[in-house]
Structures are given as structure tokens and as C-alpha cells.
């Protein structure tokens, strides 16, 4: 019959004019069929604020300990990126992995059994360095 029948989202004769359905009316407009958001917003539907100001797309100037191009990404340079032994889950806030702890995720814990027994320094997770004289996985040995 000549007419077209669109997919979801969009519509016109050619099937060539999105709908926006989603776009926040409040922080976004729709153009030529992509919802385009104000600074500040961010997201397919403009419902996503980043920690930041955005004054165009992908150009944002973020607050202090946010990166990235809409400024979503911690930052964690005063805790030294969690000294790679944790993940950046907030500005200069990690989640250390296992093993690990402190604020920079640089300290190593060793288990009870392998305390060093005082006469050694826990160098990685139940990983001792012995003092001069001292031996042994826990330096327990003289």
C-alpha cells in the first residue's frame, strides 16, 4: 500500500524521524531525533547528572576528584589510584582487593599464621621479609 511501519522510536512517511519518547523535558530537547541535554545532564534520555559542569558534549569541566568526559569517573590521586591494589569507588575513597588494606590500599595483611612473628615485615598479602637472622615462611626460624 506504500506505507511504511516504523520500529519503536521512530515515525514519518520514510521512517526517518526519531521520537525522543524518553527524552527528560525537564534537562533535554529532542533534535533531529536524539534527545540533546542541557549542561549538566547526560545520559540517552538526559536523566543523568555527572559530578561536573558540561557546557557542550563531552566537554565538561568537572568538580574536584571526578574525571572523565561527563565527569562520572573517581579520582584517586591523593590516595595514589589505591597504589593499584584497590578500586577508586569515590573521590580518594577505595575498595582495597583482598589481602590489602589502609586508606591507599597499600598496607598487606598477612594472616595470623603468617604474622611474621615479629621478626619480619609483611611485604604482600601473607607474603613476610624476614629481618637479618630470621628464616622461614612466618620467620620463625632462626
Known amino acids: 500500500n506504500g506505507t511504511c511501519d516504523c520500529i519503536t522510536g521512530w515515525s514519518g512517511e520514510d521512517c526517518n524521524l526519531g521520537n525522543c519518547t524518553d527524552c527528560s523535558e525537564d534537562h533535554g ?30 566537554v565538561c569541566y ?14 584517586c ?37 603468617s604474622d611474621c612473628s615479629s621478626q619480619g615485615t609483611c611485604v604482600a598479602p601473607n607474603t613476610c621479609e624476614c629481618f637479618p637472622g630470621f628464616q622461614g615462611e612466618d620467620c620463625s626460624e632462626e
Not at 545520559?43 to 558534549?57: E, K, M, W
Not at 568537572?62 to 579520582?75: A, F, I, K, M, R
Open 29 to 58: 530537547r529532542c533534535e533531529l531525533g536524539f534527545c540533546r541535554c542541557e549542561p549538566g545532564w547526560e545520559g540517552a534520555a538526559c536523566d543523568q547528572q555527572g559530578h561536573g559542569r558540561c557546557v557542550d558534549i563531552d
Open 62 to 75: 568537572c568538580e574536584q576528584g571526578w574525571t572523565g568526559s561527563s565527569c562520572v569517573t573517581p579520582d
Open 77 to 113: 590521586p591523593a590516595v595514589n589510584q589505591c597504589s593499584r591494589q584497590g578500586d577508586c569507588i569515590g573521590p580518594n575513597v577505595c575498595h582495597c582487593d583482598p589481602g590489602w588494606s589502609g586508606g591507599s590500599c597499600s598496607i598487606a595483611n598477612c594472616s595470623s599464621k
